[in-house]
């Protein structure tokens, strides 16, 4: 199965510490979102790349939080200092073709003590 | 900015029984996906609607897409437990997708 894979699929911190999640796209695409998602609620954009330019960022990605895709393929996100609000599924999907549909990863569940 | 509004953002409803969840907008959509999320996983992508009218169906969902490509509906017939969980409809505009709220549906035995 060649679809998108997130890493870690969980990750408990203590507040203030850093922390670095890792998307891997589907490899035709070359389109990839993340996306920040809390519970019962839809997902919300927090940046989009388009090959490795990072083309917009939410105004929810304060300083803390940055996100590369250096080669155009794999991504990471990372939240420095973290904080308790921080808590929420992290996901990342992928697009590419002329509908542009997003598939989305399992996400990583992040968890601020 | 483009909102999405879903409707009724909670159903619970026994095996068996009809239901329809909305998808509305002030704003035009180039396109319009539906996803269905279990607990602990992420959405997946179950159709996309494209021209104003529009009907597809899969199985037992039917999705519509409105005919001025500003709002959606999903119904599902003689729902099962296997149909519980987060539906989101996710509006493509100019190089932006915007998700709906969510619909929590719970379909009991």
């Known amino acids: 199965d060649t679809g998108v894979s997130q890493d870690p699929r969980h990750k408990i911190t203590k507040r203030g510490q850093n922390v670095t999640f890792r998307c891997d796209p589907i490899s035709e695409h070359n389109r990839l979102y993340w996306y920040r998602q809390t519970l019962g609620q839809g997902p919300e954009f927090l940046t989009y790349?388009?090959?490795?330019?990072?083309?917009?960022k939410s105004r929810l990605l304060s300083d803390r939080f940055s996100a590369e895709r250096p080669k155009g393929s794999f991504s990471t996100l990372e939240i420095q200092r973290t904080e308790q609000g921080d808590s929420a599924m992290y996901l990342c999907?992928?697009?590419?073709?002329?509908?542009?549909?997003?598939?989305f990863g399992p996400g990583t569940r992040l968890t601020v003590l | 900015t483009q909102l999405l509004e879903q409707s009724p953002q909670f159903l619970s409803i026994q095996e068996g029984e009809n239901l329809t969840v909305y998808c509305n907008s002030s704003?035009?959509?180039?396109?319009l996906q539906w996803y269905r999320q279990e607990p602990g996983e992420g959405p997946v992508l179950l159709v996309t609607?494209?021209?104003?009218?529009e009907v597809k169906k899969l199985k037992r969902l039917t999705f519509q897409f409105g005919d001025a490509r500003k709002d959606s509906s999903l119904h599902i017939t003689a729902a099962q437990p296997g149909d519980t969980g987060l539906y989101l409809c996710a509006g493509r505009g100019y190089q932006k997708v915007t998700f709906g709220t969510g619909t929590k549906l719970q379909v009991i035995p």
């Open positions: 999907a992928s697009s590419g073709g002329f509908l542009n549909e997003q598939f």
């Open positions: 790349f388009q090959n490795e330019a990072q083309l917009e």
């Open positions: 609607v494209v021209t104003g009218g």
């Open positions: 704003s035009v959509f180039s396109s």
